[in-house]
């Protein structure tokens, strides 16, 4: 038998090489990202999973550590960074980068929500969203997953079960009636009889086999009606369908039907033409995670940092890196981990439903985006630096605050005040000029040089304190100053008593998108003391949020605002 045969043979025949706390961690995932509830404490995990109250302790550091979940006092959360997984499944599959912009334009072009799903076992898991904004919204998050008898989606799909496909969606219909299982959509009041539902749905996958498309006449829940097309890669696969989605306000069934299809099959026609063109070079792909998973942490650590665990998200992390899968030396390599570590991560997740061995290669499969990925992709702004400003609050016992410009102003627009007798009284929303701010002057400073010229000289300086810039040429060159430096220092020049420093926040493509300060009374520190003491929790904070956001925001923009 060839290697590449023998290692795929391996990781289907030997699950008594599973690794526990690999299997044990994604358990607590998967409980955390299915409950409605937005925070858990380490004894409810503990009970939801069965797992002891000590490994779920363990389970949560070595988590935390790795910027997967974060604590709020007894309470633990996702975190943003735990879209990376999502985010590899999501490159490596290449349909959202190859397809998005064709769900984009249909959607403009009908003014109506367009999806793109693909199958997920006996469910439908979206991996593409282009919504309408509107008092009543239709739209899934990115990672939903519906049961397949209850959506347009579904029926495509299902032409392709085989037996035992069948029989998984039989057993899991009699297991849950209710669908319960699925907290994306909302369960069935009553139980249907399973005999009715499953000859529905037959006769429904059988029409959509012969018309390449399929009806959801308010399956889902009432007043949400939707039409799905086939969208095949060049092997006659069906490996998604293209939905347009509204309400019966808007259309009825057979009224979304005729709007929409004729312009959905020509849309789904150039996606499959789009899927028979080679990917361009250089198509973004997901990285693997920089950070060490061995030694560094298992020596900060010691026992309570489960090593097989990191390392099992690490592959799961490499593996989003090439779109056409990855053989186990590639994955060991991509990963940097030992070929025996990268083999037994790759036959848990595979065990588990996150990765698919064929002939040697391993690819990722949509499963991963149950990881958190539907309840972390609507995730604010505010949600994801509200925390960071909080903790670097805590850490240097100021408040911490973002500011965007606007116009010649800066606009605050998250804040975390620290609980003082004596505050600095600010709130968001809050202007001031953005000539006499440390936010101000960084993102001033970050400008193009002739938007930069440009501001200053429309300026209308005014003496705020005695401290106060007042000219254009002394403020350009403090704005050269922070470019240099990557920080600026405002002393009473807003207000006597008042100092604040700040840097800038960028996003992924290395942008200054606002900026982050720390302010403070100036008879509490000198100001070399006040810049040693905040300057370093700062960066550290700044750093953590630029993370976040590069992570988040890969799929869907987030609006600063």
Not at 295 to 303: N, R
Not at 324 to 343: K, Y
Request: proline fraction near 6%.
């Amino acid at each position: 038998m060839p290697q590449a045969m023998r290692e795929s043979a391996a990781a289907l025949a030997a699950p008594g090489e599973v690794l526990g706390p690999l299997e044990r961690g994604l358990t607590v995932l998967r409980v955390m990202a299915g409950d409605p509830d937005s925070r858990q404490r380490a004894s409810d995990l503990a009970r939801a999973t069965g797992l002891a109250r000590s490994t779920v302790d363990r389970i949560a550091i070595t988590l935390a550590r790795l910027g997967h979940l974060r604590s709020e006092g007894r309470d633990l959360l996702l975190a943003p960074r735990l879209m990376e997984l999502g985010n590899a499944y999501l490159a490596s599959c290449g349909l959202p980068d190859a397809l998005e912009p064709y769900a984009d334009a249909l959607a403009d072009e009908l003014d109506e929500s367009v999806s793109i799903a693909v199958p997920d076992g006996d469910g439908v898991r979206f991996i593409t969203q282009a919504t309408r904004r509107r008092a009543m919204s239709l739209a899934f998050r990115i990672g939903d997953l519906l049961p397949a008898e209850r959506c347009a989606p579904g029926a495509l799909f299902a032409g392709g079960w085989d037996e035992a496909d069948r029989g998984r969606w039989l057993a899991r219909r009699r297991e849950d009636p209710l669908d319960s299982g699925f907290p994306a959509v909302p369960p069935r009041v009553e139980p249907s009889a399973p005999e009715l539902v499953e000859a529905e749905f037959d006769v429904r996958v059988r029409e959509a086999a012969g018309l390449g498309w399929s009806l959801d006449d308010q399956f889902i829940e009432p007043g949400l009606v939707a039409v799905a097309h086939s969208v095949r890669d060049p092997a006659g696969t069906v490996v998604c369908a293209l939905s347009v989605v509204s309400h019966t306000s808007r259309h009825s069934a057979r009224s979304l039907r005729e709007y929409a299809l004729p312009r959905l099959r020509r849309a789904a026609a150039a996606m499959e033409e789009a899927l028979r063109t080679p990917p361009r070079p250089g198509s973004p792909v997901a990285a693997p995670a920089p950070e060490a998973v061995d030694s560094g942490l298992k020596a900060e650590l010691g026992p309570e940092f489960l090593q097989s665990l990191a390392r099992g998200l690490t592959v799961l992390r490499a593996l989003g890196s090439a779109r056409d899968g990855l053989g186990l030396t590639a994955v060991a390599e991509a990963a940097g981990l030992p070929r025996a570590s990268a083999r037994r991560a790759l036959i848990t997740l595979q065990y588990l439903g996150y990765v698919r061995a064929d002939e040697g290669v391993f690819t990722l499969l949509p499963r991963v985006l149950e990881l958190g990925y539907a309840r972390l992709s609507r995730l604010s702004f505010g949600e994801i630096v509200r925390p960071h400003l909080a903790e670097l609050t805590r850490q240097v016992r100021e408040s911490a605050s973002i500011a965007v410009l606007d116009g010649d102003d800066i606009r605050y627009v998250e804040r975390v005040p620290t609980a003082r007798i004596m505050s600095v009284d600010i709130t968001v929303g809050t202007r001031f000029a953005a000539y006499a701010t440390s936010m101000g002057r960084v993102l001033l400073a970050d400008l193009p040089a002739p938007e930069q010229a440009a501001r200053l000289a429309r300026i209308r300086f005014e003496p705020l304190t005695r401290h106060t810039v007042t000219t254009a040429d002394a403020l350009a060159g403090i704005l050269e100053s922070v470019r240099r430096d990557g920080h600026a220092l405002v002393d009473e020049e807003l207000e006597e008593g008042l100092r604040s420093a700040a840097m800038p926040l960028r996003d992924r493509l290395g942008r200054t998108v606002a900026a982050v300060n720390v302010s403070q009374h100036a008879g509490r520190a000198t100001r070399q003391e006040f810049l040693d003491t905040v300057l370093p929790p700062l960066a550290a904070a700044v750093a953590r949020i630029e993370a976040d956001l590069a992570v988040a925001s890969e799929r869907q923009h987030i609006s600063v605002n």
